[in-house]
C-alpha cells in the first residue's frame, strides 16, 4: 500500500454560541481543516488539524512530494519525514504530522479490517466517559448567554439531563477570580455527588492561582487545570494547594514530560492527539505517566468527529485513564462526518466499531460546512468579539465586566 494524493479542505462548523475564554474567544464556529489521505488500493484515511484555510491547505500539499509512494505502516519513518526533531524548529509541522498520523492509521485500519484502537494494543474500554465542558458564552441565534451563575448552573443541568455528564469542567479566566469562584460554588452546591474542575488557561497569578486553589480544597475537585502559566509557576501552586494540578499547555512533548517527571509541577497530563503530534506519541506519553504515577486525561482543542475518533480509540487503549475526557463537542451543531455528530450516552461516546477510525465523512455536509467557510472565514483565536480593542496578558489584570450582557449576532 502507496500514498499516492493528499486532499485537504477547510470547513467552519457552527457552534451554539460564541464560546468565551480566558485568551479571546471561538466566535460562533470551529475552522477546521479536514485531511484525505488517498492509497494506490482506492482506499482513503482521513485526519484532521485545528484551523485552516489557503495556508493550511497549501501545507498539507506541500507534503505530497514528502510522502508520494510512502507507506502508511511506515509511521515512524513517516515521523521523521514531516517532523524531524532539528527541522521541525524552522517548520513547526507538528500539527500536520498528527493529521496525516491519523489517516494513516485509519488506511491501515481498513486494510485490515480492524479499528485504530486493535493497532495499538486492543480496547479495554467500549465507551469513552467525558466531562461537560462548561464555557460562558455570548447569546446568539436562540440560545441564550451563560454569565451568571444562575445560568451557568440551568446549562448544567440542562447538558446533565441530555448527556448523563456527572463531571464538570468550567472554562474560566474571562471574569474576575472571585466571580468565577462564586460561579464554580454555585457548581458544586447545585451538583453535590458530581466532579468538579476549573481551567482558566493559565492567566492567573501565582497569588491568584493560590488563592483560587485554597478556596477550593474542600470542594469535589479531580484537578485545578493550568492555573498558572509555566512549569515553576504550576510547581509554586501545587507545593501549596491540596488539589491535583493538570495541564494541557506546558507538558506537551517529551522533554517538558521528562521535566515534569522530575520535578513534578503537574499530577495529570492531558494528551491532545494533535498537540502531541499523533495517537501513538499520546500512548507512548501515557505509558511515561503510568510509570511515574502521572495521571492521563485526553484533552479537547475543538475537534470534529475525525479528531474526536482519534480520542476515542485512544481512551479505550488507556489502562490509566482514570479522568473523564475533554470535549468541546456538545458545543457544536453539526458534523462532517456520516450521520451527523456522534451520541453520548450516560456521559460517554462509544468507541467507533468500524474498521481505521470508524467514521467516514458525508459529502454533503463537508461540501455545506465548506461554502460556509469561504463565507464566514477564520477568526483570530486570541480576541474577543465583545471587547474591541481587548487582548489578553499573562498574569492577566483586564477581566471582562460579569454585570455586562452583550449579544453577538452574525
Not at 491547505?57 to 514531516?82: G, N, T, V
Not at 486492543?122 to 455570548?138: K, T
Not at 456522534?342 to 458525508?362: F, H
Request: hydrophobic share 40%; with cysteine.
Amino acid at each position: 500500500m502507496k500514498i499516492v494524493d493528499i486532499r485537504a479542505t477547510t470547513v467552519a462548523v457552527p457552534l451554539e454560541a460564541p464560546l468565551r475564554h480566558s485568551n479571546g474567544a471561538h466566535w460562533g464556529r470551529f475552522v477546521r481543516t479536514i485531511v484525505e489521505v488517498e492509497a494506490d488500493n482506492g482506499l482513503v484515511g482521513l485526519g484532521e488539524m485545528g484551523g485552516g484555510g489557503e495556508s493550511a491547505e497549501s501545507a498539507f500539499r506541500a507534503l505530497k512530494p514528502y510522502l508520494k509512494d510512502h507507506d502508511p505502516f511506515q509511521l515512524e519513518a513517516l515521523r521523521f519525514k514531516i517532523a524531524n526533531p532539528t527541522a521541525s524548529l524552522y517548520n513547526n509541522r507538528t500539527q500536520l504530522l498528527a493529521a496525516i498520523e491519523f489517516a494513516c492509521l485509519d488506511l491501515i485500519g481498513r486494510h485490515l479490517g480492524v479499528p485504530v484502537c486493535d493497532l495499538l494494543g486492543g480496547r479495554l474500554r467500549d465507551a469513552v466517559p467525558f466531562a461537560s465542558y462548561l464555557f460562558y458564552r455570548y447569546a446568539a441565534d436562540g440560545h441564550d448567554e451563560i454569565r451568571t451563575p444562575g445560568q451557568l448552573v440551568e446549562h448544567t443541568a440542562k447538558l446533565k439531563r441530555e448527556h448523563g455528564f456527572t463531571v464538570h469542567k468550567l472554562k474560566g479566566g474571562v471574569f474576575p477570580p472571585d466571580y468565577e469562584l462564586e460561579c464554580y460554588r454555585a457548581l458544586a452546591d447545585a451538583f453535590p455527588g458530581d466532579r468538579l474542575r476549573y481551567d482558566p488557561n493559565a492567566v492567573l497569578s501565582v497569588a491568584e492561582g493560590l488563592r483560587f486553589g485554597r478556596a477550593i480544597e474542600h470542594l469535589n475537585n479531580d484537578y485545578l487545570e493550568d492555573p498558572v502559566w509555566g512549569l515553576e509557576g504550576l510547581r509554586a501552586v501545587r507545593e501549596q494547594v491540596k488539589v491535583p494540578l493538570a495541564t494541557n499547555t506546558v507538558v506537551v512533548n517529551f522533554e517538558q514530560l521528562a521535566s515534569n517527571v522530575l520535578r513534578r509541577a503537574a499530577d495529570v497530563v492531558l494528551l491532545d492527539t494533535t498537540f502531541w503530534g499523533g495517537i501513538r506519541p499520546c500512548v507512548k506519553a501515557a505509558g511515561v505517566c503510568e510509570t511515574f504515577q502521572l495521571g492521563v486525561a485526553v484533552h479537547s482543542s475543538g475537534e470534529l468527529g475525525v479528531q474526536l475518533a482519534t480520542m476515542l480509540h485512544l481512551g479505550a487503549v488507556l489502562p490509566n485513564l482514570t479522568y473523564a475526557a475533554d470535549a468541546h463537542y456538545h458545543q457544536l451543531r453539526d458534523d462532517v462526518i456520516e450521520g451527523g455528530k456522534l451520541a453520548y450516552s450516560e456521559g460517554a461516546i462509544a468507541v467507533p466499531e468500524g474498521p481505521g477510525l470508524g467514521v467516514r465523512l458525508d459529502p454533503d455536509r463537508v461540501a455545506r460546512y465548506a461554502e460556509f467557510y469561504r463565507e464566514t472565514g477564520g477568526y483570530p483565536y486570541d480576541r474577543d468579539p465583545g471587547r474591541p480593542g481587548w487582548y489578553a496578558t499573562v498574569p492577566n489584570e483586564r477581566f471582562a465586566d460579569p454585570d455586562m450582557s452583550v449579544e453577538i449576532r452574525p
